[in-house]
């Protein structure tokens, strides 16, 4: 039988799990936006070397899990004497995973920009050509994928609770472990990710139009 005593009582542990994965899906994406720019950046001007990295890199981030990659920065980095926090660990590797897909998506959408305006700006000396002229019409044109990223890397982070993190995933299953409470705990987690998600999804949707 379905306990909603049990909700109540268990709701503010998942507030506080909220809480905790909103705080290093935040970092984790402002960080994959910014590597994500450089990357894309990187690759329309056909930079030797770097255009290259950027393709390994980006290669390895989207054939490798998250959840490989969180072991490495939380388990072998130590071994190598860099140590890092749980928090850490977790936003740098939502934002080494985020950035590769970033950085396709802002990459298809500075490729839209035709080649004469960014020509145009520089031969009528328009100063800050990038910052002014690219940019905003590459972002506006990418905000679809970028929204899609955004979701997508907040949902990602449900893995995090691997490395102890105290995240709504963390709480579900602690909850689960301890009192056997599967559909509670399961709902309250679905509705704590319909929460956090439904409103990014909807004000996506609002600026795609």
């Known amino acids: 039988m379905f306990d909603w005593t049990f909700v109540t009582h268990y709701a503010p542990f998942f507030v506080s799990g909220a809480e905790m994965t909103l705080f290093i899906s935040v970092f984790g994406i402002v960080l994959s936006i910014v590597v994500g720019l450089i990357c894309a950046s990187i690759e329309i001007a056909r930079i030797p070397v770097l255009k290259q990295i950027v393709r390994v890199y980006i290669e390895l981030s989207r054939n490798t899990p998250l959840l490989v990659q969180l072991y490495f920065l939380y388990f072998g ?6 140590v890092w926090s749980a928090e850490q660990c977790a936003i740098v590797g939502l ?8 950085a396709e998506a802002m990459r298809g959408g500075l490729e839209t920009i035709p080649t004469v ?7 009528l000396g328009l100063s800050q050509t990038l910052s002014r002229v690219v940019i905003p019409q590459a972002i506006s044109t990418s905000i679809p994928g970028i929204v899609a990223n955004v979701i997508f890397l907040i949902k990602e982070s449900s893995v995090v609770s691997a490395i102890a993190l105290a995240d709504v995933m963390y709480m579900a299953k602690d909850l689960i472990g301890m009192y056997y409470n599967t559909y509670e705990s399961l709902l309250m987690l679905v509705v704590a990710y319909l929460v956090i998600l439904l409103p990014i999804s909807l004000f996506g949707t609002w600026l795609e139009r």
């Open 77 to 82: 980095l130590p071994k190598l004497g860099v």
């Open 95 to 102: 934002g080494f995973l985020g950035g590769s897909y970033m």
């Open 117 to 123: 305006q960014r020509e145009s700006a520089y031969v």
